[in-house]
């Protein structure tokens, strides 16, 4: 099959989300269909076509024309995507995520009227879809999509909530990743070695873990813990740091690939994730294929990828206290802490494969192409 596969951010841009589309990108070419990635171009350094890991890509600077709407910009965008439409001839085009800049596609249906698929990665924002307002992103997608994929059977409830007719076109595919090279050491706490990998954005709750890290400090003094991303609440962290009076003890990277992510995973003892709200927990699963165990929030997506009590320890959202004593829980218990580990990357290989995912995508990509046919 052709497939369209068209994307608001696609690496070196971007994590979770465009990282999600990038495995699945390499897993559908790796089985022999021919896709493309059409996608927005941010910086003059990157080429405006390559080929990336055997993967087609095309950019162009959709997100320009969207924070300047002008008839030439926008003109110049609806042909660029038409155009590619027209030579390509995809079987189906895939809406990777829901973003501004997918009114690009809706008005160039008719360059290719075949299945459109869209996908989303976490709950919807109340203040834009609820109630879902005609003419908006959120509309188009639910809507008129032939097909609505949720990462998550949290995300796919969050749709039946804001439009129970969807409830028929919509399933359940989980991301997935295909196991690292690198399978991680075993587990040590001497020192005890915490990370957090999140956008610094008020929702990844990155002050929660600090403040759990500083209950978990007091009764470990060597305890330390990284922090990998980086977003407009730095400021902020790095000032709640300095006053829990942990900040000698709190490492800032900034924003690494995924790539980097599993090395510090390979070093640390477990993975803390403080989400208010997650809709499949992305760093969970890196974390479990590591043969790291994870104490998040239990919340969303991460309820489905990490399992109490087997893989990692769910805690209320909000709550620091509880997170940091179910992280001293096992800190302190190195053989619970290795066991916890063992079991998470065991289900990850059972339940999260890649191999899982680019099939459940490949079967509903044929599915609709060979309904579009015979209709």
Same mark, same amino acid.
Request: glycine share 8%.
């Given at each position: 099959?052709? /497939? ?59 997100? %320009? $024309?969207? $924070?300047? =709407?002008? &008839? ?5 965008? *609806? ?13 189906? @085009? ?28 976490? #709950? /919807? !924002? ?5 109630? *879902? ?18 990462? +998550? ?9 804001? /439009?129970? %007719? ?7 595919? &989980?991301?997935?990743?295909?196991? &690292? ?7 040590? @706490?001497?020192?005890? !070695?915490?990370?957090?990998? $999140?956008?610094? @954005? ?12 500083? !209950? ?15 977003? =407009?609440?730095?400021?902020? *962290?790095?000032?709640?740091? #300095?006053?829990?009076?942990?900040? &000698? +003890? ?8 995924? !790539? ?13 994730? +403080?989400?208010?709200? %997650? ?34 320890? /769910? ?38 494969? *890649?191999?899982?995912?680019?099939? $459940? ?8 192409? +060979? ?5």
């Amino acid at each position: 099959m052709r /497939l369209l596969l068209f994307c608001s951010h696609f690496p070196p841009y971007g994590s979770g989300g465009p990282t999600v589309i990038d495995r699945l990108a390499r897993g559908l070419t790796g089985q022999g269909h021919e896709v493309l990635v059409a996608t927005s171009k941010h910086t003059v350094d990157l080429p405006d076509q390559e080929v990336r890991h055997g993967v087609e890509v095309r950019r162009f600077p959709f997100w %320009e $024309a969207v $924070a300047r =709407p002008t &008839p030439a910009a926008m003109g110049a965008g *609806l042909r660029w995507l038409a155009d590619h439409k027209r030579s390509f001839r995809p079987d189906v @085009v895939h809406l990777c995520m829901v973003s501004p800049i997918d009114l690009f596609h809706w008005q160039t249906l008719t360059a290719a009227p075949v299945p459109t698929v869209v996908t989303f990665h976490g #709950e /919807l !924002e109340p203040s834009m879809c609820r109630p *879902l307002r005609p003419g908006t992103m959120f509309d188009h997608a639910l809507r008129r999509a032939d097909a609505l994929v949720a990462c +998550s059977h949290a995300v796919q409830a969050d749709l039946h909530q804001v /439009l129970p %007719e969807a409830v028929d076109r919509s399933l359940v595919i &989980p991301n997935g990743m295909e196991p &690292p090279q690198r399978q991680g050491p075993p587990i040590s @706490v001497s020192p005890p !070695e915490l990370l957090c990998v $999140a956008r610094l @954005v008020v929702g990844k709750g990155i002050d929660i873990a600090l403040r759990a890290f500083a !209950e978990i400090r007091a009764a470990l003094p060597d305890a330390r813990l990284t922090i990998a991303g980086d977003g =407009p609440d730095r400021t902020r *962290l790095e000032q709640l740091a #300095e006053q829990l009076g942990v900040s &000698p +003890s709190v490492h800032f990277l900034g924003w690494k690939r995924s !790539e980097r992510c599993l090395e510090l995973l390979e070093t640390s003892s477990l993975l803390l994730v +403080s989400s208010l709200s %997650e809709g499949f927990g992305l760093t969970a699963l890196e974390a479990a294929w590591m043969r790291r165990p994870v104490v998040a929030s239990r919340t969303g997506g991460l309820v489905e990828v990490v399992e109490h009590g087997n893989t990692g320890l /769910l805690v209320t959202p909000g709550d620091a206290g509880e997170m940091a004593a179910a992280a001293l829980e096992l800190l302190q218990d190195l053989p619970r802490c290795r066991s916890f580990g063992d079991a998470a990357q065991q289900r990850a290989r059972e339940r999260f494969g *890649l191999d899982r995912q680019v099939e $459940a995508y490949a079967t509903l990509f044929r599915r609709l192409a +060979s309904s579009e046919a015979s209709g």
